[in-house]
């Protein structure tokens, strides 16, 4: 399967617990995005890399996230002192640039985080 | 600020009828418009854009959506809907804004095809 992956597919913590979540991009695609998407939500944006530079960061992302993609392919994002309000889906998508920087992203299946 | 509206929760239809579902979205600058689909248990999947061109675009599935630019909408639609279109569909909105990419998904829509 040459799609986007994301491990673990689920993770149960306790609050105040550091988590870390990576995700495999299309190899060829050179943009890689971070969502939280919650019950009845649509994917809320949180951050996204071009190659290995990080462009843009939500105001949803606190100090407690943390988001790399060292060498341009694989990313991890990383969940500090986790908080029940953490429990979310977390989704990876990646994509090229495409016309005027825009274009379809593929996602991955997704990582659900329960914070107990 | 950028904003994207589907102001259904749900749209049932009969199988065989033809579906819409509903998107406007509010951006500065020039919109590229996406919908996604996604189904039970899977990742969401890309069904059309627009960039520039022609106001009807076609995607996967039989699907097509009318980009409005009066109206601000871009409605998805499909001449006839089969049982296995019942999904949750989302719009999306890209644009440029203080240099960088922007991304804003709608809340959704829950597509009920009826046999």
């Known amino acids: 399967d040459t799609g986007v992956s994301q491990d673990p597919r689920h993770k149960i913590t306790k609050r105040g617990q550091n988590v870390t979540f990576r995700c495999d991009p299309i190899s060829e695609h050179n943009r890689l995005y971070w969502y939280r998407q919650t019950l009845g939500q649509g994917p809320e944006f949180l951050t996204y890399?071009?190659?290995?530079?990080?462009?843009?960061k939500s105001r949803l992302l606190s100090d407690r996230f943390s988001a790399e993609r060292p060498k341009g392919s694989f990313s991890t994002l990383e969940i500090q002192r986790t908080e029940q309000g953490d429990s979310a889906m977390y989704l990876c998508?990646?994509?090229?640039?495409?016309?005027?920087?825009?274009?379809?992203?593929?996602f991955g299946p997704g990582t659900r985080l329960t914070v107990l | 600020a950028q904003s994207v509206a589907q102001p259904e929760d749900q749209v049932n239809v009969a199988e065989g009828n033809p579906l819409t579902v509903k998107c406007t979205y509010s951006?500065?600058?020039?919109?590229?418009l996406f919908w996604y689909v996604q189904y039970p248990n899977r990742g969401l999947q890309f069904l059309l854009k627009y960039i520039t061109g022609d106001n009807l675009v076609k995607g996967s599935y039989g699907f097509e959506a009318e980009f409005n630019k009066s109206q601000t909408s871009f409605h998805l639609k499909k001449p006839s809907a089969l049982v296995s279109d019942s999904a949750l569909y989302f719009c999306?909105?890209?644009?440029?804004?203080?240099?960088?990419?922007?991304?804003?998904f709608g809340t959704g829509t829950k597509l009920q095809v009826i046999p």
């Open positions: 951006v500065s600058g020039n919109p590229y």
């Open positions: 890399f071009q190659n290995e530079a990080q462009l843009e």
């Open positions: 998508a990646s994509s090229l640039p495409g016309q005027g920087g825009h274009n379809e992203q593929f």
């Open positions: 999306a909105v890209s644009s440029h804004s203080g240099g960088y990419q922007k991304v804003t």
